[in-house]
Structure formats: structure tokens, C-alpha cells
């Protein structure tokens, strides 16, 4: 089914024809666009012009999302990368147009355990890990005033089929497996 403005549908199980009337229907479902927010990819948009220019459709909450890690590149920004000047502007203009920011931890790391892309430990990438995660946490002090600070974890794969708890096979990786 098809919904069309001024409360009309057109049933897409039969041929197109007219479309039928929906009784007291309004269209209106309480939702605008300041209800649904974006997300920006640090790096991915350039600088605080570009911010700015996301920011004209209207929505009223923006995530602020660090694509980079250590010491960042272009495409692929860290709180580092934003100065006191930088910084301000965007405090200036959530302020401005009643912005709600929230911040989104480099999706650069991989673990917090300090497990790499390869599936090595060490204290070392757990540093750098928690490290990325405590500068996310100062820039949204600074810029976003506090609020949510979104973090994936990205751990090692543990299956819950193959815990040493899961004797009578209950839980499978998949529909059909043997048991």
C-alpha cells in the first residue's frame, strides 16, 4: 500500500486505479523534523562551515562522530583536531539554533580489552583505546556540555553456543544445526 498527502492509498495488490479515501485520516503523526536527528562524521565533514550547512534541514539533535584515531587524518577526525576556536564555534551554534549535541567515541578503536583488528591483546591498544574514549568524553564536556556519549566496545567473538553452560544445546548459531 501506497499513502498518499490528504489521507488517500492505493492498494498495490491489484491494478493502479483511484486511489481510495482513509476514513478520518490526518497524516499527521506527531513527528517533525526537529524529532529526527543526524549524525555527522567528523573528517567525512570537513570543518564547522560544513557542520553549519548539515544543520540547516532543521534538525534539532546533531551526533558528533570522531572517524579517526591517534592522531587523526582528513577524512578521519579526533577531539584533538578541534582547537578552542573550533570549539567555540560549535558551542556558539548549538546555542544559536538550540542544538542538542551528542558525541560519538572514535569508531577507530576496536576493544576496550585491548584486543587489535588481528586478534592480538596487549596493555598498549587497550591504552590507546580508553585514551580515544577519555578525549570523546572532554570534547563532549567542552562542546556538547556534557549529554551522551556513544561507545562500541567492537570485543572478541564469544558465542554463547559454545559456552561450557550451554550442556543441553538450547542456544545454536543457527537454525538446523546439529547438536
Known amino acids: 500500500m501506497v499513502v498518499f498527502g490528504g489521507g488517500y492509498y492505493m492498494p498495490m495488490d491489484r491494478e493502479y486505479g483511484a486511489a481510495v479515501p482513509v476514513k478520518d485520516a490526518t497524516n499527521d503523526i506527531g513527528v517533525g523534523i526537529g524529532d529526527i536527528g543526524t549524525s555527522l562524521g567528523l573528517g567525512v565533514v570537513p570543518n564547522i562551515p560544513a ?3 548539515r544543520l540547516r534541514g532543521g534538525t534539532k539533535v546533531a ?3 570522531f572517524m579517526g584515531a591517534g ?3 582528513a577524512q578521519g577526525h579526533t577531539p584533538e ?3 578552542e576556536v573550533q570549539r567555540q564555534a560549535l558551542r556558539e551554534m548549538q546555542k544559536a539554533n538550540e542544538i542538542h ?3 560519538h567515541a572514535s569508531v577507530g578503536i576496536y576493544g576496550l580489552a585491548g584486543m587489535d583488528q588481528q586478534g592480538n591483546f596487549s596493555k598498549y591498544s587497550q591504552s590507546l583505546a580508553l585514551d ?3 578525549r570523546a568524553i572532554d570534547f563532549a564536556a567542552d562542546v556538547a556540555r556534557g549529554g551522551p556519549l556513544v561507545v562500541h566496545t567492537g570485543e572478541f567473538h564469544r558465542p554463547i553456543s559454545d559456552a561450557e553452560w550451554n550442556q543441553s544445546k538450547q542456544f545454536k548459531m543457527f537454525e538446523g544445526e546439529e547438536v
Open 81 to 83: 583536531m578541534y582547537g
Open 51 to 53: 557542520v553549519g550547512a
Open 101 to 103: 549535541f551528542t558525541t
Open 132 to 134: 580515544e574514549i577519555k
Open 63 to 65: 551526533e558528533l562522530t
Open 71 to 73: 592522531k587523526g587524518s
